[in-house]
């Protein structure tokens, strides 16, 4: 079954890159533009029409399930971010996310780029209860299936994937449109909480972290995770 959800490709003069998703990789372009990257946002229909007209902006279709296919979109690239979704038409989302970063990872192999950046899921962050955040009894039953499925993801990377320089950067338990402060948190594999138990990142920050870690490169083979 085709992940049908937008995936972002950025390429960058100093570090080119890739990205995948509707709304966060929308601006996670966005970021990189603003600092001065050069930008290729790659979606199946080859349209981005959530990023403005940019000089530094070239807009491709991709089907990512295709190794080859990815190999060539990445071809010339330093990163790739990589934020997309399975399908959400209620069937098991595992299996299908799985085999696109299979084929992902195969296609970077083949176009000899090491650098994969994964927007990640909140639900394989461990809680103060010694469980995974996925796995709490008031995890949001709508989001299971795809928070199980990004937590597959993250296991596929570390047991697999060690040729390649992956990040994976997972967000607070809460994250929506918001303002860009550059201020926030970083960790671990632990959810990150504020004093009242809440835990919270904008889109916007988010975006700011994830191109942070695009240009230092500082979380090699690890998940990282935000919050306020």
């Known amino acids: 079954m085709p992940v049908t959800s937008p995936t972002y490709r950025v390429s960058c003069r100093r570090k080119r890159s890739a ?14 533009l603003g600092r001065g990257h050069e930008v290729t946002a790659a979606t199946r229909s080859g349209a981005a029409a959530a990023l403005p007209e940019h000089d530094s902006l070239t807009s491709l279709a991709l089907d990512a399930s295709v190794p080859a296919k990815v190999a060539e979109a990445a071809d010339g690239h330093d990163v790739v971010v990589s934020a997309v979704s399975p399908p959400r038409d209620g069937s098991d989302p595992a299996a299908p996310l799985l085999a696109l970063y299979r084929s992902i990872c195969a296609g970077l192999r083949t176009a000899g780029v090491r650098r994969l950046v994964v927007v990640g899921g909140v639900g394989s962050l461990t809680t103060a209860s010694g469980l995974d955040r996925v796995d709490t009894p008031d995890f949001p039953a ?77 979380a090699i083979r690890r998940r990282i995770t935000l919050a306020y």
């Open 142 to 218: 709508p989001y299971m299936g795809e928070a199980l499925a990004h937590r597959e993801v993250l296991r596929l990377l570390r047991a697999e994937v060690d040729d390649l320089e992956w990040t994976c950067l997972s967000p607070a338990d809460e994250i929506a449109p918001g303002e860009r402060t550059g201020t926030f948190r970083l960790g671990g594999d632990e959810l990150l909480t504020a004093e009242d138990g809440s835990s919270f990142i904008s889109a916007e920050d988010y975006a700011v972290a994830l191109v942070d870690e695009v240009e230092k490169g500082e």
């Open 19 to 32: 990205i995948a998703r509707s709304s966060i990789g929308s601006r996670v372009a966005s970021e990189a």
